[in-house]
Nanobody, 121 residues
Framework: QVQLVESGGGLVQAGGSLRLSCAAS????????MGWYRQAPGKQRELVAR???????NYADSVKGRFTISSDNAKNTVYLQMNSLKPEDTYVYYC???????????????WGQGTQVTVSS
């Protein structure tokens, strides 16, 4: 099993910044990619940003230029630096990891418990 521990959510005024962190632990042979998704009540979960083990990144158009994803492979940790936050960035943010738990094994997806980000106008 793989456990994800998220931190860094909270309440911030529009224009402010927050940094989310997510640390993965447990039975991890290798991590293919880590990412952040967000979801509003009754809506589908959507990709915010994703980073591969090699450092390739992709972002949702709505956050490009404002959010930056990074990772520390030695610590199995992914970060999301969110700047110039807007009220429409108010969501529950979920960490996701794509891992192998054994050599030549299948890939598995794991999710964090979610952290609330609220941006006031």
């Amino acid at each position: 099993q793989v456990q994800l521990v998220e931190s860094g959510g909270g309440l911030v005024q529009a224009g402010g910044s927050l940094r989310l962190s997510c640390a993965a632990s447990g039975r991890i042979f290798s991590i293919n990619a880590m990412g952040w998704y967000r979801q509003a009540p009754g809506k589908q979960r959507e990709l915010v940003a994703r980073i591969t083990h090699g450092g390739r990144t992709n972002y949702a158009d709505s956050v490009k230029g404002r959010f930056t994803i990074s990772s520390d492979n030695a610590k199995n940790t992914v970060y999301l630096q969110m700047n110039s936050l807007k009220p429409e960035d108010t969501y529950v943010y979920y960490c996701n990891v794509d891992v192998k738990t054994e050599w030549r094994g299948p890939n598995y997806d794991y999710w964090g418990q979610g952290t609330q980000v609220t941006v006031s106008s």
